[in-house]
């Protein structure tokens, strides 16, 4: 099994940006599809982004387009999450998720290998 590993989480005032990092044990991510969901206390996972690395197809979920993007670096080891414009209903735990590659797909059922999840908190 695949170890995901986000970073870049943490506290930031409404309007503010943080940018999230995921990497999967050094692997080369241009076979699979990479996706972040997002879970807030007491609610469901939600879809917010997905891409393929490969080509770069990428789509998001209603509530953060326009203001999220995801993205590779050049060797396609890692996948990044920018968040501008944050809002307090972003706040939650930011989880990274990995599947082979395919149809894009917010559903979190399926992806099989998930992050530990990095805290992201919005607030005044």
């Known amino acids: 099994q695949l170890q995901l590993v986000e970073s870049g989480g943490g506290s930031v005032q409404p309007g503010g940006s943080l940018r999230l990092s995921c990497s999967a044990s050094?692997?080369?991510?241009?076979?699979?599809?990479v996706a972040w969901f997002r879970q807030a206390p007491g609610k469901g996972r939600e879809g917010v982004a997905c891409?393929?690395?490969?080509?770069?197809?990428?789509t998001y979920g209603d509530s953060v387009q326009g203001r999220f993007t995801v993205s590779t670096d050049n060797a396609l080891r890692t996948v990044y999450l920018q968040m501008n414009n944050l809002k307090p209903e972003d706040t939650g735990v930011y989880y990274c998720?990995?599947?082979?590659?395919?149809?894009?797909?917010?559903?979190?059922?399926?992806?099989?290998?998930w992050g530990q999840g990095t805290q992201v908190t919005v607030s005044s």
């Open positions: 891409i393929t690395p490969f080509d770069g197809r990428d």
């Open positions: 050094g692997l080369t991510l241009n076979y699979f599809l």
């Open positions: 998720a990995l599947r082979g590659s395919g149809t894009i797909t917010l559903k979190s059922e399926d992806y099989y290998d």
